[in-house]
């Protein structure tokens, strides 16, 4: 059993395509102006807004390093008591961060930063 033959799109169909959307024509008629099937018609024209859509971008963000000023609160808090939970010495650090910037500008400190830090 053979497979039907795969005639794949040139770039000026590919850009007949992207001009004849834009346009505003169905993808019907442009199916039937092109002489194309219309799953190749909507196969080029996902791929197009898919590109046209978005860039990449990298979601992946640096994680906050605490100033000199929070790591010497951190240690005095540890010092005056060990068992302070994390918890509680997030939101230390979290309101010396706001004070010192004079009102919430800087974002908030994780847990997780804290837990890096002791």
Do not use: H, W
């Not at 053979?2 to 169905?26: V, Y």
């Not at 008629?29 to 080029?44: C, D, K, M, N, Q």
């Not at 390093?65 to 939101?91: G, I, P, Q, V, Y």
């Not at 009102?103 to 830090?117: D, E």
């Amino acid at each position: 059993m053979t497979g039907s033959e795969c005639f794949p799109l040139s770039d000026g169909e590919r850009a007949a395509i992207t001009a004849l959307l834009q346009q505003g024509k169905t993808l019907l008629a442009i199916s039937t102006a092109l002489g194309r099937s219309t799953s190749t018609v909507v196969y080029a024209a996902t791929a197009m807004r898919a590109g046209a859509a978005r860039a990449r971008v990298y979601k992946r963000v640096r994680r906050k390093e605490l100033t000199d000023c929070e790591l010497r609160t951190l240690n005095r808090a540890m010092d005056n008591n060990r068992f302070f939970s994390m918890a509680c010495l997030t939101e230390m650090v979290n309101t010396t961060r706001s004070q010192a910037a004079g009102g919430p500008k800087k974002g908030t400190v994780s847990i997780y930063t804290i837990r890096r830090a002791v």
